[in-house]
């Protein structure tokens, strides 16, 4: 028998969740721990605070209670580690992200992915996988299973993690992007009963190898990143929730020459943050350019989006 780790949350900005800062009652279950990877899956029977959706919940992890728990855990959450991918869960389980939670401990932040069939929570977790590039900022969580979510996006503290958006995969399910301002190493538990995915997050030793994911207005590029050196063909990435989903690509050259242009429609916006991609044929290009990716004000029709510096080959 061992204790499980259990994760309190409170909200950060409203709601109704519970915030007197002690973990909620529960007792640890009998049964075998599976590591998948550096991923623990756990059968258990605790019981986690409920957490507004719409907002990530915050809560700092200093009851004595839930010390012991982690400590009775032990070696049975895994090590941290900075592997590119990993997966776990199994079928459909869950069809909606309930609530996106976050947690400062002692020496690591934690984020939870609640997961629902409908509204009410699923007691097994479905299939997922997670890509974290070598030397990047950024963590996607892939659900595919997931059809529906509750919340699209929250900022995190002001030490590693930043913030998250929940985003309409371009193959169906959805995913959810965490950012940090530094290299991080994690590594993930996955709860049950009801259905839970923690990861957690250390700040790394190492430098981030390359610029984060940038944001402006409604709009996140992921590729290509501040300061890249573009050939043809170049394909530009990202999300967004501009009005009717529309997103207006632009390349200009040093003298503001326009030199690639495109419109593009990500997979929502309404309901949450949806996925856009384009790829541009780029005619013979060099020095410093512009990469602008967004849509006009309908206000007064201005620009409000997304604009970095890149290089032609």
């Known amino acids: 028998m061992?204790?499980?780790?259990?994760?309190?949350?409170?909200?950060?900005?409203?709601?109704?969740?519970?915030?007197s800062g002690k973990s909620p009652d529960g007792t640890g279950a009998s049964g075998n721990s599976q590591t998948k990877n550096t991923s623990m899956r756990t059968a258990g029977q605790e019981k986690a605070l409920e957490a507004t959706t719409g907002v990530a919940s915050t809560t700092k992890s200093t009851d004595s209670s839930m010390s012991a728990r982690v400590s009775a855990a032990g070696s049975t959450e895994g090590p941290f580690v900075a592997s590119p991918e990993m997966s776990g869960g199994s079928g459909s389980a869950a069809d909606t992200l309930l609530a996106v939670r976050?947690?400062?401990h002692e020496d690591y932040e934690r984020v939870v992915l609640d997961l629902g069939t409908g509204s009410d929570a699923a007691s097994?977790?479905?299939a997922w996988s997670l890509m974290s590039p070598t030397g990047d900022g950024l963590l996607r969580v892939k659900l595919t299973s997931v059809s529906a979510t509750r919340v699209s996006d929250g900022k995190f503290g002001d030490v590693l993690l930043k913030n998250f958006h929940v985003v309409r995969g371009p193959d169906g399910g959805m995913f959810v992007d965490i950012f940090a301002s530094k290299a991080f190493t994690y590594r993930?538990?996955?709860?049950?009963?009801p259905a839970r995915l923690a990861v957690d997050f250390k700040t790394s030793d190492m430098p981030l190898g390359m610029p984060l994911p940038v944001e402006g207005g409604k709009t996140i590029l992921t590729e290509p990143r501040s300061g890249a050196r573009l050939s043809t063909p170049v394909t530009v990435s990202g999300y967004s929730r501009n009005f009717e989903a529309a997103n207006t690509i632009t390349l200009t050259d040093s003298k503001g020459k326009e030199i690639a242009h495109k419109t593009v429609q990500s997979n929502d916006w309404s309901a949450t943050w949806g996925?856009?991609?384009?790829?541009?044929?780029?005619?013979?290009?060099?020095?410093?350019?512009t990469l602008r990716v967004g849509t006009q004000s309908a206000r007064d029709g201005t620009f409000e989006g997304v604009e970095i510096p890149v290089r032609g080959s």
Do not use: Q
Not at 2 to 19: E, I, N, T
Not at 188 to 193: A, K, P, S
């Open 2 to 19: 061992f204790m499980l780790l259990v994760f309190a949350a409170s909200c950060s900005d409203g709601g109704s969740a519970d915030h």
């Open 275 to 289: 996925y856009f991609e384009a790829t541009l044929d780029l005619p013979s290009f060099s020095g410093k350019g």
């Open 124 to 126: 097994a977790l479905p």
């Open 102 to 104: 976050y947690g400062t």
């Open 188 to 193: 993930v538990i996955e709860l049950e009963n």
